[in-house]
């Protein structure tokens, strides 16, 4: 169907319930529930055009369903497709008139740091562009999107929403005559085909562990749905030479031709490489060491160029890098980046710390995947290492139901390892019960000496806090950002910060 065609209707959308007049309705197939069974409801909705698949209409009772539908509404159209996640993408291109092609757009994906990495370049460019038209750039991600850092976040549900969203956001960007957007791009929105259409100019991979493996199956699988978004890049990929799939997704990049530029801490021959990192409880500084290739498209390039930031963490030194030589890349001056990064702030609950005179110091993180929290418990340990007033690191934790089991003993040994007290507990445990949860994580403890369980996730922060000394520092891993707890079909509001502070008040 031509443009033209498309925009005679007036939206379209796969969920019946956002059906109006003059809709286009495609029908999807999901895990839970099937579009198919919601016809009859889109078409009283409004619905002018209803896309079913074709494997729906090959099992006989469906396609004679269908042939009723359409005698008792002939002024409906009906198409036939092969696979509607495919068509939907397709046509929500079309019909908001291929936004991404005018606008600079830049895909991170990654098992973690997305949302970091994604928040630090919209601040790189608004602290750090010299072209007025350059100073904003819209977000869209995890906890949700705004044009710029001081706007308040508009909510959208998942790390990247569905197609027919996201290409009128960049319409809407467009219009409001903004250049640049970055986004979080996940492996399941990948894999389901909800970024199809769009044009990125450069593909930022941070790292891969294990993670969504209910999903994905196996690690190559997870590996080659992140590395999808290649075949939607322009320019370059911008990838992690340490990470133990660097070699993977720099062949999957080659495939498809796009320069390869890389970042790093470890590795010598990477275009962007920290040195002398140092890290404090006020944040952490390194200098940056640029190859001759990144030299060459350098703007204001000098040996001695510091970054200070006040993110903390090794993993933040990465997250960093990645932001900073996408910068490069995209011409701000490199002068500027590190005269401005001490500007760059932290993330909602990503590292977030929550400190009070003479009592813990406490950090909440997002954390919910081994090599997250792996992430998170090494930058705590470096803070207490570097600290005068920090001595032990407590660490409250759970796990996700209804997700992948395999890495909860992997998460319950990274927990014992690098911290002197646990408190295991409950996260978000869907229709699972908290108990087996808990009881998965604990077969990776290889002892109970120095761990404590407390099922109810608000009573194991207070508790923690509690038994804490004003020199320890107490990581509530899991949650971060999010302000609600699943517990089977209900979602009740909670937030890990809520209860940290109160715990403290109390202190």
């Known amino acids: ?185 996940s492996s399941h929105a990948l894999d389901q085909k909800r970024c199809m259409g769009i044009s990125f100019k450069h593909g930022i991979v941070s790292n891969l562990s294990q993670d969504h493996l209910d999903y994905h199956r196996t690690m190559q699988e997870y590996m080659l749905a992140k590395a999808q978004i290649f075949k939607q890049v322009t320019d370059s990929a911008i990838l992690n030479l340490d990470d133990d799939y660097y070699e993977d997704f720099r062949r999957e990049a080659d495939n498809e031709e796009l320069a390869i530029w ?30 001759e290739k990144l030299q060459a498209r350098a703007k204001n390039y000098s040996e001695e160029i510091e970054i200070k930031l006040k993110l903390n963490g090794t993993f933040n030194v990465y997250n960093s890098l990645a932001a900073i030589l996408l910068g490069i890349l995209e011409g701000l001056s490199l002068k500027s980046v590190a005269e401005n990064s001490i500007k760059l702030n932290t993330v909602a609950g990503r590292f977030e710390t929550i400190f009070e005179t003479g009592k813990p110091t406490c950090i909440v993180d997002y954390a919910h995947s081994p090599d997250g929290l792996k992430n998170i418990l090494k930058g705590a340990r470096d803070l207490v290492n570097n600290s005068d007033n920090l001595q032990n690191l407590v660490c409250i934790f759970g796990c996700g139901g209804d997700r992948d089991i395999t890495k909860r003993p992997q998460m319950g040994r990274i927990a014992f390892d690098l911290s002197d007290k646990v408190y295991v507990t409950s996260d978000n445990p869907r229709s699972e019960k908290p108990s087996q949860i808990i009881a998965d994580i604990l077969t990776g403890f290889p002892s109970m000496d120095k761990t404590e369980v407390i099922e109810n996730r608000a009573t194991a922060i207070a508790s923690a806090i509690k038994g804490a000394k004003a020199t320890d520092l107490v990581v509530v891993a899991g949650k971060g950002h999010e302000d609600y707890q699943i517990l089977g079909d209900k979602t009740i509001h909670f937030d890990d910060r809520e209860h940290v502070r109160e715990a403290l008040a109390k202190y």
């Open 1 to 185: 169907m031509i443009s033209s065609e498309l925009q005679s209707y007036a939206g379209l959308t796969c969920d019946s319930r956002k059906v109006a007049e003059n809709f286009i309705f495609l029908c999807i197939k999901g895990n839970s529930s099937d579009g198919h069974d919601y016809i009859e409801n889109a078409i009283k909705s409004g619905a002018k055009l209803v896309v079913v698949e074709e494997a729906f209409i090959n099992i006989p009772e469906n396609k004679e369903k269908l042939e009723k539908l359409k005698e008792a509404n002939p002024e409906i159209e009906f198409e036939v497709k092969e696979d509607n996640r495919v068509t939907l993408a397709k046509y929500a291109n079309k019909f908001y008139g291929e936004p991404s092609k005018s606008l600079s757009i830049y895909g991170v994906t990654g098992t973690n740091g997305k949302t970091t990495i994604t928040h630090l370049i919209q601040e790189l460019f608004e602290v750090s562009a010299e072209q007025e038209e350059l100073k904003k750039c819209s977000l869209i991600g995890t906890i949700g999107i705004k044009d710029q850092s001081s706007d308040k976040y508009n909510e959208i549900g998942n790390t990247t929403p569905s197609s027919e969203f996201i290409q009128a956001e960049f319409q809407r960007i467009k219009d409001k005559g903004i250049k640049l957007a970055t986004m979080e791009v």
């Open 262 to 291: 890389t970042f790093g801490i470890n590795s010598a021959e990477a275009d962007l490489k920290a040195e002398d990192i140092k890290i404090s409880e006020a944040g952490i500084s390194y200098k940056l060491k640029l190859s």
